[in-house]
């Protein structure tokens, strides 16, 4: 799904997106609202991973929802 897609559907999507990032609250996915450099910065802070990690994270996630 291409990420126009996906920040349509945001509101469905953002159970997947608990699964793979559990770490992630409620009140941070709503806040994130879709925007893909909001999700790839929250991943990062997270996670503590790489920019360009997180990023990929987000792209093969995207790709599956």
Excluded: C, F, H, P
Aim: net charge neutral.
């Amino acid at each position: 799904m291409n990420w126009d897609q996906v920040k349509g559907k945001w509101k469905q999507a953002t159970g997947s997106a608990k699964e793979k990032w559990g770490k992630l609250t409620d009140d941070e996915l709503k806040q994130i609202d879709g925007n893909r450099d909001q999700l790839v910065g929250k991943v990062q802070e997270k996670y503590g991973i790489a920019k360009e990690e997180a990023e990929n994270q987000v792209n093969d996630w995207s790709k599956s929802v």
